[in-house]
């Protein structure tokens, strides 16, 4: 028998005082029962890889329940709905309501316009993310937005100016989970007391085999192209964008900034795959402090995949593996005690590394939801924004041949166009 009057109280102590002044985003029929009191309620943009591992670890590890689903194509949309009311009804949750699955390309509008949703998670493909960044804000839903935020300056200025309009009034999370993983955070706090002293250099990589895609025999060369958008510079921004922003990201957070400039190279040599993007980059960015960070990538064959930041300092050094080496060498000695798991070795393209990302994900899906419950709302979109514009600064010069400075790179008004009608799509 559950106690009405204790349950309300936990549900105002559940929901803290801040959150209370957003209490008309969480339905009446919430405060009913205990199970549905204590939930947040997700809906998920875009039904994909991310989206359903995403998606299940908000339901498995942070305690939300799915809602809404919303897509494109109605082939991903009915596959995520059995996906979730299998998982869900396993956990004893009712089914999605039918009225909650939206299909088409207004889809985007439908669920962002949603009673039946908190927070909404944005994975589509990259070149729409400040579009459905802006109608999930104005419609006053906390987000979580995949990487990148954008594809090019004009969509990531615009995603600063959303997260500006966001602030204090919904909690905006980026999809950068390696800044959760335990071993990582603890890294890099050390790096940032000093562990490494003065740092004079590094090294990022992503070297990772190439992203099979379905064929869809049925589809279009238009719908193709769209399903297979990781291929398309246009849709995903290049590898250097889409996929390596991960390790340039976790450049600026344990440098505490952006490149300043950079100079590179790199091309598409061997993948022939049906898009354009480029099968390698080989670029070098200067931080603060004439900090030079060699980065390199590759997406093409299947190597072995492995994916670090290495840093150089007077004191020591330090390299943090997508695997399970993390550690300090030199005179503050350290090292995160993950040991070898063979599993370790695996990629992932929906972002599920086995290693010392284990508890990447779940760390962050936790802590967006304890934002939302608790009123101490985060604000990511500027991060977000940064590290987008740090990878594009990479992507400039390697395109161009010639150094490019931040400064430079902000006064770009090249906009990423696909030209694809999606309206005439689904
Ligand atoms: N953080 C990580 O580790 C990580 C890992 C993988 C992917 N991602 C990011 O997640 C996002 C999605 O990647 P994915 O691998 O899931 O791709 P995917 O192709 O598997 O899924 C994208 C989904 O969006 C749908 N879609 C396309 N255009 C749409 C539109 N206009 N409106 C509604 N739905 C639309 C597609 O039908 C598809 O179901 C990308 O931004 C990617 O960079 C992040």
Same mark, same amino acid.
């Given at each position: 028998?559950?106690d009405?009057?204790?349950?309300?109280?936990?549900?105002?102590?559940?929901?803290?005082?801040?959150?209370?002044?957003?209490?008309?985003?969480?339905?009446?029929?919430?405060?009913?029962?205990?199970?549905?009191?204590?939930?947040?309620?997700?809906?998920?943009?875009?039904c994909?890889?991310?989206?359903?591992?995403?998606?299940?670890?908000? +339901?498995?590890? $942070? *305690?939300?329940? &799915?809602?809404a689903?919303?897509?494109?194509?109605? /082939?991903?949309?009915? !596959?995520? =709905?059995?996906?979730?009311?299998?998982?869900?009804?396993?956990?004893?949750?009712?089914?999605?309501?039918?009225s909650?699955?939206?299909?088409?390309?207004?889809?985007?509008?439908?669920?962002?316009?949603?009673k039946?949703?908190?927070?909404?998670?944005?994975?589509?493909?990259?070149?729409f993310?400040?579009?459905h960044?802006?109608? +999930?804000?104005? $419609? *006053?839903k906390? &987000?979580?937005?995949?990487?990148?935020?954008?594809? /090019?300056?004009?969509? !990531?200025h =615009?995603?600063?100016?959303?997260?500006?309009?966001?602030?204090?009034?919904?909690?905006l999370?980026?999809?950068?989970?390696?800044?959760?993983?335990?071993?990582m955070?603890?890294?890099?706090?050390?790096?940032?007391?000093?562990a490494?002293?003065?740092?004079?250099?590094?090294?990022?990589?992503?070297?990772?085999?190439?992203?099979?895609?379905?064929?869809?025999?049925?589809?279009?060369?238009?719908?193709?192209?769209?399903?297979?958008?990781?291929?398309?510079r246009?849709?995903?921004?290049?590898?250097?964008?889409?996929?390596?922003?991960?390790?340039?990201?976790?450049?600026?957070?344990?440098?505490?900034?952006?490149?300043?400039?950079?100079?590179?190279?790199?091309?598409r040599?061997?993948?022939?795959?049906?898009?354009?993007c480029?099968?390698?980059?080989?670029?070098?960015?200067?931080?603060?402090?004439?900090?030079?960070?060699?980065?390199?990538?590759?997406?093409f064959?299947?190597?072995?995949?492995?994916?670090?930041?290495?840093?150089?300092?007077?004191?020591?050094?330090?390299?943090?593996?997508?695997d399970?080496?993390?550690?300090?060498?030199?005179?503050?000695?350290?090292?995160?005690?993950?040991?070898?798991?063979?599993?370790?070795?695996q990629?992932?393209?929906?972002?599920?590394?086995?290693?010392?990302l284990?508890?990447a994900?779940?760390e962050?899906?936790?802590?967006?939801?304890?934002?939302?419950?608790?009123?101490q709302?985060?604000n990511?979109?500027?991060?977000?924004?940064?590290s987008a514009m740090?990878?594009?600064?990479?992507?400039?010069?390697?395109?161009?041949?010639?150094?490019?400075?931040?400064?430079?790179?902000?006064?770009?008004?090249?906009?990423?166009?696909?030209?694809?009608?999606?309206?005439k799509?689904?």
């Amino acid at each position: 028998m559950i106690d009405q009057s204790k349950s309300k109280l936990d549900r105002r102590e559940f929901l803290g005082a801040a959150a209370a002044a957003s209490f008309m985003i969480i339905q009446p029929q919430l405060v009913r029962g205990t199970a549905a009191n204590s939930q947040v309620r997700l809906g998920i943009l875009g039904c994909g890889g991310r989206g359903t591992a995403v998606g299940s670890g908000f +339901v498995q590890d $942070a *305690g939300a329940r &799915v809602t809404a689903l919303a897509d494109l194509f109605s /082939d991903q949309l009915e !596959a995520a =709905h059995k996906h979730f009311d299998e998982i869900q009804q396993a956990k004893g949750y009712a089914a999605i309501d039918s009225s909650q699955l939206f299909k088409g390309p207004h889809a985007y509008k439908e669920i962002a316009a949603s009673k039946e949703v908190d927070f909404i998670l944005i994975t589509t493909p990259p070149y729409f993310h400040p579009q459905h960044l802006e109608t +999930v804000v104005e $419609a *006053g839903k906390h &987000v979580y937005c995949e990487k990148p935020v954008a594809v /090019d300056v004009p969509g !990531a200025h =615009h995603v600063i100016r959303i997260g500006e309009r966001a602030q204090g009034k919904l909690s905006l999370d980026v999809g950068f989970q390696i800044r959760m993983a335990p071993p990582m955070v603890e890294l890099t706090r050390r790096i940032h007391e000093g562990a490494l002293g003065k740092i004079a250099c590094g090294l990022a990589y992503y070297y990772c085999g190439h992203l099979d895609r379905p064929d869809w025999p049925n589809a279009s060369p238009e719908e193709k192209r769209l399903r297979n958008w990781v291929w398309d510079r246009k849709l995903s921004g290049d590898i250097i964008v889409e996929q390596n922003i991960h390790v340039i990201d976790m450049c600026n957070w344990m440098l505490q900034g952006h490149p300043e400039k950079a100079m590179g190279t790199g091309g598409r040599k061997v993948r022939t795959d049906a898009g354009d993007c480029w099968d390698n980059f080989n670029v070098i960015f200067v931080y603060p402090g004439e900090v030079q960070i060699s980065f390199g990538s590759s997406q093409f064959n299947d190597p072995t995949f492995d994916a670090a930041v290495c840093l150089f300092g007077s004191e020591g050094s330090s390299e943090a593996h997508y695997d399970w080496r993390v550690n300090i060498a030199g005179k503050n000695k350290w090292d995160a005690g993950l040991g070898p798991a063979k599993e370790a070795e695996q990629f992932s393209a929906a972002g599920k590394f086995k290693g010392s990302l284990d508890q990447a994900d779940p760390e962050k899906q936790k802590a967006f939801v304890a934002s939302i419950t608790s009123g101490q709302f985060h604000n990511q979109a500027a991060l977000g924004a940064e590290s987008a514009m740090s990878a594009m600064l990479g992507r400039m010069a390697a395109y161009s041949g010639q150094p490019a400075t931040w400064d430079e790179l902000q006064k770009s008004k090249e906009v990423y166009e696909p030209k694809i009608d999606i309206t005439k799509l689904a």
